[in-house]
């Protein structure tokens, strides 16, 4: 998917040099969801620099903790959190972080939403139950959020199923991706900034 004319900042080339020393204002996201469902690969697609990550072989240990039969050839797992960065002018920058997946990591998670704009998640139609939790997470943390369903494959579900199988309330936007795409990974982004726009748009109105 293209970006539209008003938003060129967010598709600027890849590119390996270091932070400018004129950005003064880190605006953060979180992308967070269940385990394999494209986290990692949404970050690295989307990040300008190569990203941070702390993926680590998917051992025996493992086994009957994470169920690994839904994701493939997956063979490794983030066990802290993935991030990456773009650049959006010479003063702010915009910092992705990706949650792990597993439940046994999710106690990380109200430590990485402290200070976010908003968070992403992403789900995979095939295991909507695994998007339950974060869903309900950010709901009590008060964080914006949008749902991204990934197309890794075809959808066993389409959109309005999505949203009723997760009793998603209709101002909440639901996009379609694919993780492993930059620009449709941005369009994703894109639509987050714009809901956090409209909601502090509405918010700015019922202000007596």
Known sequence: MASNGSDPVLLRPRSAAPLGSTASTGLKIVVVGGFGVGKTTLVGA????????????????????????????????????????????????????????????????????????????????????????????????????????????????????????????EHVPLLDCDARERASGKQVLIGLVRHIQQLAAEAYEETP
Not at 103 to 130: C, I, M, N, P
């Open 46 to 169: 989307v990040s300008e620099i190569r990203p941070l990550t702390t993926e680590e072989t998917m051992t025996r240990a493992g086994e009957g903790v994470d169920d690994p039969s839904l994701v493939g050839s997956k063979r490794s797992t983030t066990v802290a959190f993935d991030f990456g960065r773009i650049t959006l002018d010479e003063r702010n920058v915009l910092y992705l972080f990706g949650a792990p997946g597993q439940e046994r990591f999710w106690f990380l998670w109200d430590r990485l939403f402290s200070g976010a704009l908003g968070a992403v998640v992403l789900v995979d139609t095939r295991r909507l139950e695994e998007s339950w939790y974060a869903i309900d997470r950010l709901e009590q943390h008060g964080t914006p959020f949008v749902v991204a369903r990934n197309n890794f494959g075809p959808p066993a579900h389409d959109l309005a199923e999505v949203r009723a199988a997760l009793d998603l309330p």
